[in-house]
């Protein structure tokens, strides 16, 4: 089975796990920097309690300090993708390197010609960018003064960054996406919103109000983005895999359908242009008073996406009672277990079929084309001599893009392309460790920064590429 003609394989990464060199060449911190090597970055940062995170005396490794030294080798590193036969790649754009408090009236032309030399190398290799504007990362000043996205005028800094980015690389980019995981927000506040509590707060009401400036900061995006170039696509982007009932159960598959909502309520007002109804009571329900004005509702129904793109690593489960449910982690959150699943070969549950239903879902909700643009096995590989034999990982990719492919050819799911997540070795986000590694293409560090750096193909990227060479017969 087969994509059809101009299917975009590709790959993904994003800043801050990548290109290290933090302070170089005028960039200042983000709030990522902050984030150490340990167990507890997914956690909300109180600050009025003790916490590990923004503790100036902590002497802890930082990853993204320095992360794989991208903003050195990305000719090497495009060249091998160049090899890989890839015409596609997902990368995201640092907004402190760009605006390095957030607030300069002029941006940092070194920031600038950073990425104008990535986008000079794909299209030496004719490969497709597609560019996240903010994965993860606001400049720290923004968290400092602003509580970050809490705030509203993060809206009109974020718009004037993005717009001078579109204007900069009018023409060279077609595919924006100008948030990473939106309703990741709702899941690790300081990572998705750069956002800080104090313990009397009510959380809810700050995270939500934040989702709703980012909505709004995306809709001013498509609006000034159009207006520099009509033929720009956007996308929304959500984490996403279909929430399971637990059992038949009419309150285990009530309780199902009320998560699911929850998770694609930013996405639903990014096709809709409107808040869903449910929000009323949600909201009342929950002591959530949003501020959204009148002409919010009107920016936000004028500029809605082009297209849905998401991630996609495993599916989740819930019931209406979980007590004495076994629960395992899936991406950003705790999930119940399902006892369906085999025994997975990373720390989520493996659900490829899962992707095909996720695909259907998203298809039939929002008749937009997809994007799959973050898939991938985050494990430890075994380096043997020279070679990496990370056939779990080939296992993996192999399941979920058959899945793909039937939800293309069988289906009749709109998608636009495949992007593998963590193409390159990188350090991941809630561990920080590079040792959770997601790469057709290995990078020799190790979690606290030691090593050559050496790139090295694994056996997954002669497999992979065999699967773009055949539009994806060969997998
Ligand atoms: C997604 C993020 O949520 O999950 C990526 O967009 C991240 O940035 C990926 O790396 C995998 O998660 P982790 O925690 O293994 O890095």
């Known amino acids: 089975m087969q994509a059809q003609t101009g299917f975009l394989w590709g790959g993904a990464i994003s800043a801050a796990q990548t290109e290290g060199n933090y302070l170089a060449d005028g960039r200042k911190m983000s709030n990522f920097d902050y984030l150490p090597l340990n167990d507890q970055r997914l956690k909300p940062v109180y600050l009025d309690q003790q916490h590990t995170i923004l503790n100036p005396e902590n002497k802890e490794i930082y990853p993204s300090r320095t992360a794989i030294d991208f903003y050195h080798t990305f000719k090497e590193d495009i060249k091998l993708l160049s090899e890989l036969g890839i015409n596609s790649f997902r990368f995201s754009i640092s907004w ?195 501020n959204v004005t009148e002409q919010d509702k009107h920016i936000l129904k004028e500029n809605t996406v082009d297209f849905v793109s998401f991630s996609y690593y495993s599916s989740a489960c819930t019931s209406a009672n979980q007590d004495g449910l076994e629960k395992v982690a899936t991406n950003g959150f705790m999930t119940v277990k399902n006892p369906y699943l085999p025994e997975s070969t990373s720390v989520w549950q493996n659900d490829p079929l899962g992707l095909r239903i996720t695909l259907n879902q998203l298809y039939d909700r929002y008749r937009k084309p997809l994007f799959i643009v973050e898939n991938g096995l985050g494990t430890q590989d075994v380096l043997q001599g020279q070679k990496i034999d990370d056939e779990y990982r080939i296992e993996y990719l192999k399941g979920h893009i058959q899945n793909l492919l039937l939800a293309l050819n069988e289906d009749g799911v709109d998608l636009i392309g495949y992007m593998m997540w963590g193409i390159i070795d990188l350090t991941s986000v809630s561990e920080g460790r590079i040792s959770k590694r997601y790469g057709v293409i290995y990078v020799d560090l190790d979690d606290e920064g030691n090593g050559t750096g050496n790139r090295l193909k694994k056996a997954s990227y002669d497999w992979y590429q065999e699967v773009v060479k055949t539009n994806g017969a060969a997998a």
């Open 96 to 290: 402190s390197r760009i605006f390095p408090t957030g607030e300069e009236n002029g941006p940092n032309q070194k920031g600038l010609n950073f990425y104008d030399q990535i986008l000079g190398e794909l299209e030496k290799y004719q490969i497709e960018p597609i560019v996240t504007i903010s994965h993860f990362d606001l400049p720290f000043h923004l968290v400092e003064k602003y509580n970050g996205w809490q705030n509203r005028k993060v809206v009109d800094l974020y718009v004037h960054y993005a717009k001078t980015i579109m204007t900069y690389f009018k023409g060279r980019i077609k595919y924006w996406i100008p948030f990473n995981e939106m309703n990741m927000v709702l899941h690790i506040p300081f990572i998705g919103g750069g956002i800080t509590f104090n313990s009397k707060e009510n959380p809810l009401q700050i995270q939500y109000q934040a989702g709703h400036h980012q909505l709004l900061a995306n809709a001013l995006t498509i609006k000034v983005g159009k207006e520099i170039n009509p033929d720009t696509q956007f996308g929304a982007m959500l984490a996403a895999g279909k929430t399971y009932a637990y059992t038949c159960d009419p309150e285990d598959v009530f309780a199902a359908l009320k998560s699911e909502r929850e998770n694609l309520l930013f996405s639903d007002v990014q096709v809709f242009g409107e808040y869903p109804k449910f929000t009323a009571n949600f909201f009342e329900e929950n002591h959530i008073q949003l």
